[in-house]
């Protein structure tokens, strides 16, 4: 037995003798830069594009495993004129063998990459560089399901112990490296060059230390930081993060935490979140030339964000959010689950913010402000929506918003609260309130996205609303003071302007109390035809309509806005008015009758007829009415009359004179 053993053991170190003298050997006899063209062509048809090394190949096992070639190079498919895809200048790795075959120690004594390239090209055809053949043909889908069955089998036999026990870097690099984008379409080239990546301490106990370095349109950026120590089985435990990122000089960001479990099926993630006060308009400017301008030079000059954000591949959540925009800030928090419907609750707290500070402003929209203004609006079309409102039927949400101060459109809103809520395809807002030009708004609405097209219901309540100054903010125009009061409830089908406008219908009432209107003088019209209608010369009046009350009750039938109980009072006269305004022809049809409230004998009351369209609307006397009162009046008057030649005769140029002036 002793001698067996002994054999054994003799002829096995033979054979390890002779592995170690052939591993030393076998380099010296075969050049394999022979095989350089069999490699090239084998590499060529499996990615199917050109495939080249011109520099040398060299292939080295024992006592140190060294392989490095130079000057390798993956071209274009056809119809691109660059040459190539990609490209590296050299590629040197060196392994110590010994340690691995004895105790599965790896010890990487080099892997450096220098100069590698990228280069992604989007021809004008709209072809790409970056798609490659494939490779063979596809399974069929029975293979596939076989295979599949197989992989779940044995997923469970298959150990995820690493087949190396110990591992060290001495040195890893990559140099130089470049990845251009060329849109042929714009005719635009970027790219990020300058690509620096090197690491320390490689190893499963240790921390991994890392410096990225990099030049983004020349501007540089830095990366930096540690990751682990990974462990004896990487994938598993935990595995601390700590990144810091420096770009284009004044944009600094960290990010703290750890992993956990990352080689499972739902690895959990811990961070900590800080970008620290930074100017957004140096760094686009830094970037490029800027291509527009905000209507506030002074905005984008600070923002920060801090966060908390935790989760696994099932759930998210951000806690402890800070976000800083200048003056305003933000404190928010979200959580989010089942990303497949999603499920999101959320709350946001705004203390302040002016959003016409942020308006761009160009060239470009100066002249479409003008030309919107000149040129008519186009009809709506009839055709049926084309919106897929599946991920809003699905969607779960549940978030409240706050908003101390909001400037939009120069419209001053205060403590601004809105409660969101969306379940089985029906969002609400519900409510929404705020408080404006020292009056109230609340607001109720639900959206239902349950059918084809969406059906919207809403409630509105205005109370005591400054409305001469909410209009002379969002207008710039004075056309109506006054204290305003509304309610309002609307309901509606669709999502295109024409349908939503033909399905309105709703109710509602109108109260304004203490004001006038700007630019009509309603005194003038039932006073003075000529003057007020232009039919002669006459004194100029001052257009404008005192009143005490306007008060309105009205219905909206299928876009049809109509009313029978509109009534102006004034300390002189007492106008009411019917009629009605077709919202979708944007047309007006109204009769406005006046009625003095003192001495009523005495003066003639012109009632107003009202057309036109919403854009340009047309003020007449009603000649009809006018001449109804008119006779009515002579007869009253000559029946008190003893004596009278001619009645007729003069009660016709009484008539005629009352409205032509003649």
């Known amino acids: 037995m002793k001698r067996f053993i002994k054999w054994t053991l003799l002829i096995l170190c033979i054979i390890v003798f002779l592995v170690v003298i052939g591993l030393i050997l076998a380099p010296n006899f075969i050049n394999i830069d022979k095989y350089k063209p069999v490699i090239e062509k084998k590499v060529a048809e499996a990615i199917g594009r050109p495939f080249s090394i011109n520099g040398d190949l060299k292939l080295k096992l024992f006592p140190v495993a060294k392989l490095s070639f130079s000057d390798l190079h ?73 295979k599949d069955v197989e992989l779940k089998k044995t997923k469970k036999e298959i150990s995820t112990e690493l087949p190396i026990k110990k591992l060290s870097v001495d040195e890893f690099a990559i140099t130089d490296a470049a990845i251009i984008w060329i849109d042929q379409v714009t005719g635009k080239k970027t790219g990020i060059t300058g690509i620096n990546l090197r690491l320390k301490n490689i190893s499963f106990t240790k921390p991994i230390g ?125 959580a989010a689950k089942e990303f497949e419907k999603p499920n999101i609750a959320f709350e946001i707290n705004l203390d302040k913010i002016n959003v016409d500070r942020y308006i761009p402003v160009t060239e470009k929209t100066k002249k479409k402000a003008k030309k919107s203004k000149t040129t008519p609006k186009a009809k709506a079309t009839k055709k049926a929506s084309s919106i897929d409102y599946t991920p809003l039927r699905k969607l779960e949400m549940n978030g409240k918003i706050k908003v101390g101060t909001l400037i939009a459109k120069k419209v001053r809103l205060q403590n601004i609260y809105a409660k969101i809520i969306a379940k089985n395809g029906l969002l609400q807002i519900k409510p929404m309130s705020m408080n404006m030009y020292k009056g109230k708004m609340l607001l109720n609405a639900l959206v239902n996205v349950k059918g084809k097209t969406p059906v919207t219901k809403l409630a509105l309540n205005i109370n005591h609303v400054l409305i001469g100054q909410l209009i002379k903010d969002m207008l710039k125009e004075e056309v109506l003071t006054g204290i305003f009061d509304m309610k309002l409830t609307l309901s509606m089908k669709g999502d295109t302007p024409d349908q939503i406008i033909s399905s309105l219908n709703g109710n ?25 209608f232009g039919l002669a010369e006459a004194r100029k009046l001052k257009r404008k309509t005192i009143f005490s009350v306007i008060k309105s009750k009205f219905i909206i039938k299928n876009g049809v806005f109509q009313t029978k109980e509109t009534q102006l009072i004034s300390p002189h006269f007492k106008v009411s008015s019917i009629g009605d305004a077709n919202l979708k022809n944007q047309t007006l049809n109204f009769r406005i009758n006046p009625e003095y409230i003192k001495n009523p004998e005495k003066s003639i009351a012109v009632p107003v007829i009202v057309s036109g369209t919403f854009s340009s609307p047309r003020f007449a006397p009603d000649l009809k009415g006018i001449a109804n009162k008119l006779i009515f009046k002579k007869i009253l008057k000559k029946k008190s009359e003893e004596k009278e030649e001619n009645p007729i005769e003069d009660m016709g140029k009484e008539l005629l004179k009352g409205i032509f002036g003649r």
Do not use: C
Request: zero cysteines; charged letters at 25%; aromatic letters at 8%.
């Open 74 to 146: 993956i071209g274009n498919p056809k119809g691109f004129k660059e040459k190539d895809f990609a490209s590296l200048k050299s590629f040197d790795v060196q392994v110590k063998l010994i340690p691995f075959l004895l105790s599965r120690d790896l010890q990487v004594k080099r892997f450096v990459v220098k100069e590698p390239k990228v280069v992604l090209i989007k021809a004008k055809s709209g072809e790409v560089n970056w798609q490659f053949e494939k490779l063979a043909t596809a399974p069929k889908e029975v293979e596939l399901k076989k």
């Open 508 to 532: 509602g009432d109108l109260l304004i109390k203490d004001g006038s209107i700007i630019g009509i003088d309603l005194s003038g019209m039932i006073q003075n035809i000529k003057a007020a």
């Open 210 to 334: 890392f410096v990225l370095t990099a030049k983004l349109e020349g501007n540089p950026v830095k990366i930096e930081g540690q990751i682990g120590p990974l462990g004896k089985m990487p994938g598993k435990g935990v595995m601390p993060v700590n990144l810091h990122l420096n770009a284009f000089k004044d944009l600094h960001l960290s990010l703290k935490g750890k992993v956990k479990e990352l080689s499972s099926k739902n690895p959990a993630y811990d961070f900590a979140l800080n970008l620290r006060p930074f100017s957004l308009r140096k760094v686009l400017s830094r970037i490029g030339e800027l291509r527009f301008k905000l209507s506030d030079p002074n905005a984008l000059q600070k923002i920060s964000l801090s966060a908390h954000i935790k989760g696994t591949a099932k759930q998210i959540s951000i806690q402890k959010g800070v976000f800083v925009l200048d003056q305003s800030r933000m404190n928010f928090w979200l």
